[in-house]
């Protein structure tokens, strides 16, 4: 069964950088697009930008862009979201989600990782 | 601010139908049939319940069911029961150059 499974949950510092991981599995990775997609506390769903495991091409969502880096590691099967310059405001719920049909349908998604900023 | 808009509540009793709009425009909702419908109880990962407009996934319920007319997509959930409520998001795919407001700002559906 397909499985997407996310790194734990990090603490930090405003201008600090966080990578977060999700491995998948039970599926080919990279015969599927994969979304970041964060969700502040009490806030609705933002979608971040989305990396194509094959080619590891990628598409940010302009807010992000400058900030956010998406990669992939095929040899693990394993894709990754950085976000730099971290500020307050970037505490969320950071979720990993496999994209069905390459025309944003989202059928998985990862458990989510809460990465929490705060000096 | 997202660009799919949706109201931010609605309520029913059991039993009941409820619709929930999603409204874009020719951009996105209105120029592509890739509109998808999430369900999120708290604390959990949203779950896919509608695709392609009006497309239920295996194992989703034939109570939930999808449409779209001109910019406005719509999702309808009829025979409403407690476990329905939860948080629900539009997304659509999009020729915006931005890529920005992918999902609608979410509507909290409270069942009586």
């Known amino acids: 069964q397909v499985q997407l499974v996310q790194s734990g949950a990090e603490v930090k510092k405003p201008g600090a950088s966080v990578k977060v991981s999700c491995k998948a599995s039970?599926?080919?990775?990279?015969?599927?697009?994969m979304h970041w997609v964060r969700q502040a506390p009490g806030q609705g769903l933002e979608w971040m930008g989305w990396i194509n495991p094959n080619s590891g091409g990628t598409n940010y969502a302009q807010k992000f862009q400058g900030r956010v880096t998406m990669t992939r590691d095929t040899s693990i099967s394993t894709a990754y979201m950085e976000l730099s310059r971290l500020r307050s405001d970037d505490t969320a719920v950071y979720y990993c989600?496999?994209?069905?049909?390459?025309?944003?349908?989202?059928?998985?998604w990862g458990q989510g990782t809460l990465v929490t900023v705060s000096s | 601010q997202s660009a799919l808009t949706q109201p931010a509540s609605v309520s029913g009793s059991p039993g009941q139908s409820i619709t929930i709009s999603c409204t874009g425009t020719s951009s996105d909702v209105g120029g592509y049939n890739y509109v998808s419908w999430y369900q999120q109880h708290p604390g959990k990962a949203p779950k896919l319940m509608i695709y392609e407009v009006s497309n239920r996934p295996s194992g989703v319920s034939n109570r939930f069911s999808g449409s779209k007319s001109g910019n406005t997509a719509s999702l309808t959930i009829s025979g409403l029961q407690a476990e329905d409520e939860a948080d629900y998001y539009c997304?659509?795919?999009?020729?915006?150059?931005?890529?920005?407001?992918?999902f609608g700002g979410g509507t909290k559906l409270t069942v009586l």
């Open positions: 039970g599926y080919t990775f990279t015969g599927y697009y």
């Open positions: 989600a496999r994209d069905w049909t390459a025309m944003v349908t989202i059928d998985y």
């Open positions: 997304s659509s795919y999009t020729s915006s150059s931005t890529l920005e407001g992918v």
